[in-house]
């Protein structure tokens, strides 16, 4: 993070940022093709035991699970197959950036995101292979299309949010210690908008998600694409972001003595996936609450065109240090 003070940065106040904001520079954009790029397939055995096989680029490319034009990038799953009990899963994507990131901004311009029974889609950061001492930020998330539009940290032990904190969602649960309540983690919904998430959120042509995370903080806002207040830096994909003039954010996890945010936060990697059913969506529990039909297997092995809206479509993602 380069949280330049702005009273010596000129070209800050050349562009019109105000004085005495959280300024950063663009240091990455990906944008359409360029996720092949910044990203590798991860064809693993999903760690949350997901009715999914993750495939990898060949294959994805192959099938058209992934398509990228310069402006757009789509990642979705199989929707024609009809799978065997014996058959590991549905064909999905899950990438991980080939970058690592400690404090930083992230924004991602969304078109589209995977709807439908069973689906379980993604973007958060965290480092696989030292999870959950490097702390995991789950920036979107949500199953079943319901439990949704939900911000959440999953951490080492000694972390709690204090839930006084200046954020326009709830928090749901304020414990982040991974090992405690079955990894519930920390999650804030984002209850004043019910767009922020699977068919309203695409309905209204997406948006845009963003994270500011710093030693002090770490938050997450979502801007419905029609929204009048989003930020022109954050429309426009300034050079220059000020965070400061960016509102209120949904979710607001902050640093104190409950949780020591630089000691539960190491170099983590971006990830999108999409997952199906698994330690979440395909909870019995969880499942049923949501209205969905059959048990989640079921329905994800016979169901293939229910998922033909489950998928991702992404115009970019922006990184500021
Ligand atoms: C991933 O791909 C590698 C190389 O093709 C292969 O050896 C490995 O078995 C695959 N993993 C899974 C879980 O399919
Ligand atoms: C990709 O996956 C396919 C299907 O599992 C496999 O046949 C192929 O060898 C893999 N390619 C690479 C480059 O790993
Ligand atoms: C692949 O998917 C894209 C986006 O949905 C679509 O425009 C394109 O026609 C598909 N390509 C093939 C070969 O089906
Ligand atoms: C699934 O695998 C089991 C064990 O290998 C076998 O007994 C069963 O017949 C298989 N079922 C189908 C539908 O292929
Ligand atoms: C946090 O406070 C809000 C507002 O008072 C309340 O609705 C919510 O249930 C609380 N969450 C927790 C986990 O205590
Ligand atoms: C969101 O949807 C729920 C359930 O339909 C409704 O009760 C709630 O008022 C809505 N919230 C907003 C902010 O529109
Ligand atoms: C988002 O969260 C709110 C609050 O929990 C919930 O009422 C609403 O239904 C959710 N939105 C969607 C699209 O399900
Ligand atoms: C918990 O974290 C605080 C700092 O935030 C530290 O003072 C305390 O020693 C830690 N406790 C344990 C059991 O690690
Ligand atoms: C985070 O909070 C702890 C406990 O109050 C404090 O010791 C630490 O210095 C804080 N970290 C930063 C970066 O301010
Ligand atoms: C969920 O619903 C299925 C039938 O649809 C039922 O067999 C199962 O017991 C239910 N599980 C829970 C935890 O409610």
């Not at 380069?2 to 000129?10: E, G, L, P, Q």
């Not at 999914?52 to 310069?70: D, K």
Request: glycine share 8%; net charge negative.
């Amino acid at each position: 993070m380069k949280a330049i003070s702005s009273r010596t940065i000129v070209l800050a106040s050349l562009v019109g940022f105000a004085v005495g904001g959280k300024i950063y520079t663009l240091n990455e954009c990906v944008r359409g093709e360029g996720f092949y790029d910044s990203f590798n397939f991860e064809n693993i055995t999903d760690p949350t035991h997901g009715r999914v096989t993750y495939v990898n680029r060949t294959t994805a490319e192959s099938l058209n699970l992934t398509y990228a034009t310069s402006d757009t990038f789509i990642l979705r799953a199989d929707d024609t197959t009809v799978l065997g009990v014996n058959d590991t899963g549905r064909n999905s994507v899950r990438i991980r950036s080939n970058r690592w990131y400690h404090e930083h901004v992230v924004v991602f311009d969304i078109q589209h995101m995977p709807e439908g029974c069973g689906t379980w889609p993604a973007i958060w950061e965290t480092k696989e292979s030292d999870w959950p001492a490097s702390g995991e930020i789950d920036i979107l998330e949500g199953a079943n299309n319901v439990v949704p539009n939900q911000s959440t940290l999953h951490t080492s032990h000694n972390c709690s949010m204090s839930n006084h904190t200046h954020q326009t969602g709830t928090f749901l649960t304020t414990n982040c210690d991974a090992s405690v309540a079955y990894n519930v983690g920390c999650g804030v919904q984002h209850t004043r908008d019910n767009n922020s998430f699977g068919p309203g959120f695409n309905r209204i042509g997406g948006g845009w998600y963003a994270m500011e995370r710093t030693l002090h903080y770490i938050k997450v806002w979502f801007w419905e694409r029609d929204d009048p207040c989003v930020p022109l830096d954050v429309r426009t994909g300034a050079w220059i972001i000020d965070t400061e003039h960016w509102g209120i954010p949904a979710a607001n996890f902050r640093n104190s003595t409950e949780c020591d945010i630089r000691s539960h936060f190491g170099a983590n990697n971006i990830i999108i996936d999409l997952t199906f059913c698994g330690d979440w969506a395909g909870n019995p529990a969880i499942y049923n609450a949501s209205g969905c039909p059959l048990d989640c297997v079921t329905y994800v092995n016979n169901n293939p065109s229910a998922f033909t809206n489950a998928y991702f479509q992404i115009s970019s993602m922006t990184v500021y240090e």
